[in-house]
């Protein structure tokens, strides 16, 4: 009985990849393949025989508990004719959320179509809501290069993920706290000197 049940695993397996080869590809999204669930689940699991591309994922490092962050995940190289991805959050982690072209599914983000690259890269934006509770949540996101050529044959993938650090006193999700910061400070040298400059014409009058 067991050896049958895990024939029929192996058969689902097989199955997914028979329909991610067909002319559809997975162009309207899929969960369970962003590498969380182990490395061998990607999307590499299917899509072979490209050229690799490199995925990374854009955003704050460290956010408030239960602020809301916003990241990308980017696809450059490998065929490069259109793109597709899977974002999951670490079990401990907060709740993710679709950006423009991309939607939810089991909990993760996809894409609901095939992205075209535009200046060399295809960009995936979602959301992040960090949990209530400080800790370390982990991003996995995996993206795939396709050629668009209706089979799995000729694509390539790649797998990343970011470490989020959830602390009193960390970001709010926009980036713009230390930009603020660095505005000011640098503000502040013109007007030291106007004030140096303004007390030694009051000495020079005294003498």
């Known amino acids: ?12 397996v097989v199955s ?29 699991e299917c899509h072979t025989g490209g050229s690799a591309p490199t995925v990374t994922i854009e955003g704050p490092a460290t956010l408030a508990p239960g602020a809301t962050g916003n990241y990308t995940l980017v696809v450059r190289g490998g065929p490069a004719s259109g793109a597709g991805y899977n974002v999951a959050v670490s079990d401990n982690g907060g709740t993710l959320n679709p950006g423009t072209g991309s939607q939810k599914l089991s909990g993760e983000v996809t894409h609901k179509n095939i992205q075209a690259f535009s200046g060399g890269a295809a960009r995936f934006d979602f959301t992040l809501v960090a949990p209530s509770t400080p800790g370390t949540v982990t991003l996995y996101g995996a993206g795939n290069s396709v050629n668009e050529n209706g089979t799995d044959q000729g694509d390539a993938s790649a797998a990343t993920t ?46």
């Open 16 to 44: 997914a990849c028979l329909v991610s080869g067909s002319a559809f590809a997975n162009s309207m999204g899929i969960s369970g393949r962003s590498g969380k669930q182990g490395s061998s689940l990607t999307c590499a």
């Open 162 to 207: 970011l470490n989020v650090t959830v602390a009193t006193g960390g970001g709010n999700g926009d980036g713009g706290g230390d930009d603020g910061g660095g505005c000011a400070a640098a503000g502040g040298i013109p007007l030291l000197g106007a004030a140096l400059v303004l007390l030694g014409t009051r000495l020079r009058r005294r003498r």
């Open 1 to 12: 009985m067991r050896s049958y049940l895990a024939s029929l695993g192996v058969a689902g």
